[in-house]
């Protein structure tokens, strides 16, 4: 479960990562939005409806560069639900920024959610960023986000088939995690 890139360690997060990672995301997302994201994920590590989650950091030389958060989603409709993920947040510290680290961090998480069999990955996140990994806009897919996403941030709300032939057999409206299902998480 480990892999190296020019001297960055991804591994599993563990519990004792859980201040560097607060740390992490506030570094990465500024003094305004990044003491919410450091609580999310704190809320996301310990809610059991989030199971099953892939935390996976980068580290270099002892230091957290990195950290992605992926945790359980379904669908809410009437046909079967996926095995389905919502990637939030992928948080990269500053000083390690355009340095492929974010880059690093969805691919072993992607890997890593195959092997595991989730279907479909969702993401909000800037659309002009996750189409490299293969994410496409949701909505137009049949896939609405857990609260509405504004019409000018459309393109925001992505999702990603991890199992041949996922998007055509799934639609609906994604339900998330109990502490991702708030409404002030679904902006963008």
Request: glycine share 10%; charged share 20%; hydrophobic share 45%.
């Amino acid at each position: 479960m480990m892999a190296r890139g020019p001297s960055m360690e991804l591994r599993p997060a563990s519990d004792s990562d859980l201040p560097a990672i607060g740390r992490l995301h506030v570094d990465a997302f500024g003094p305004q939005e990044g003491p919410e994201v450091a609580d999310l994920v704190a809320d996301l590590l310990r809610d059991e409806t989030a199971l099953p989650r892939v935390s996976i950091v980068a580290e270099a030389d002892g230091v957290l560069a990195g950290h992605v958060l992926f945790t359980a989603a379904g669908l809410d409709s009437d046909a079967a639900s996926p095995v389905a993920s919502i990637l939030a947040p992928l948080g990269v510290a500053s000083g390690y920024q355009r340095q492929g680290v974010g880059g690093l961090l969805v691919d072993r998480g992607l890997a890593l959610l195959i092997e595991q069999a989730v279907d479909l990955v969702f993401v909000l996140g800037h659309p002009s960023y996750y189409p490299r990994f293969g994410f496409r806009p949701a909505r137009e897919l049949g896939f609405d986000a857990p609260y509405p996403i504004l019409p000018e941030n459309d393109a925001a709300w992505m999702v990603k088939a991890l199992q041949p032939g996922a998007l055509d057999r799934f639609a609906g409206t994604v339900a998330c995690a109990s502490a991702l299902d708030r409404p002030e998480h679904w902006t963008e």
